[in-house]
């Protein structure tokens, strides 16, 4: 979608280090998300944000940080990459609808694999 | 259990079939949305419903929120139909998946 990018897109890391995905959205909306799919577990949030700076943890944020310093930008870094960590993120972002609902927009995803 | 259960796990149609995935769940919902996901690709959003019917292209959703149960018909179905279905839906905070059809449609 042309309102959220994610960057890499693709990413080989070894293990023990440090690893920065970004995401990028041009839409304004205040919530953003960090997820990891995996096979047999789904869509697993991870952190998100609902504004500048303000963060807070999902389901398995364990070994993820997250940062907010700009409306636009929702940075998810791996401190030290281990191999339980390969898997594909997506960024989405959402935002009050009209119809009183939240809409959501998803990124393409990283696939990052760690080795 | 799962609060958001869908039917089946996995379908295979030949072209032009009739095609329905269900969706059930358990929690109070403000909306439920169908999302699309290609081999390898991103994800789509399809729908996002709160109560009764939408239709885009060949694609319907409807939901009936007694009943705490959604469908997501296809029409025609055509290969490139193919992908993973996922129902989600959000309540208080955030979405809640399920686990996702893989739908195939052979030529």
């Known amino acids: 979608?042309?309102?959220?990018?994610?960057?890499?897109?693709?990413?080989?890391?070894?293990?023990?280090?440090?690893?920065?995905?970004?995401?990028?959205?041009?839409?304004n909306h205040r919530y953003m998300y960090w997820y990891r799919q995996d096979p047999g577990h789904g869509l697993r949030l991870i952190h998100y944000s609902y504004g500048v700076k303000d963060t807070d943890k999902g389901e398995v944020s364990d070994g993820y940080s997250v940062s907010r310093s700009k409306t636009e930008d929702f940075l998810l870094t791996l401190e030290s990459a281990t191999s339980s960590q390969t898997s594909v993120y997506f960024c989405a972002i959402s935002e009050l609808t009209g119809a009183g609902a939240y809409g959501y927009t998803f990124g393409s995803g990283t696939r990052l694999t760690v080795v | 259990k799962n609060e958001v259960e869908q039917s089946p796990q996995n379908l295979t149609?030949?072209?032009?079939?009739?095609?329905?995935?269900?969706?059930?769940?358990?929690?109070?919902?403000?909306a439920l949305h169908w999302l699309q996901q290609h081999p390898g690709g991103g994800i789509v959003s399809l729908f996002m419903l709160s109560s009764g019917k939408k239709k885009h292209?060949?694609?319907?959703?409807?939901?009936?929120?007694?009943?705490?149960?959604?469908?997501?018909?296809?029409?025609?179905?055509?290969?490139?139909?193919?992908?993973v279905?996922?129902?989600?839906?959000?309540?208080?905070?955030?979405?809640v998946f399920g686990a996702g059809t893989i739908l195939r449609v052979k030529s």
Do not use: M, W
């Open chain 2, 57 to 83: 292209g060949r694609l319907i959703a409807t939901i009936n929120i007694q009943e705490k149960h959604s469908s997501l018909h296809i029409t025609a179905s055509h290969p490139r139909d193919s992908a």
């Open chain 2, 13 to 30: 149609a030949q072209e032009g079939e009739f095609i329905t995935i269900n969706c059930s769940y358990s929690v109070g919902i403000s």
């Open chain 1, 1 to 27: 979608d042309a309102g959220i990018t994610q960057s890499p897109r693709h990413k080989v890391t070894e293990t023990g280090t440090p690893v920065t995905l970004r995401c990028h959205q041009t839409e």
């Open chain 2, 85 to 95: 279905y996922i129902c989600a839906v959000t309540g208080i905070g955030k979405l």
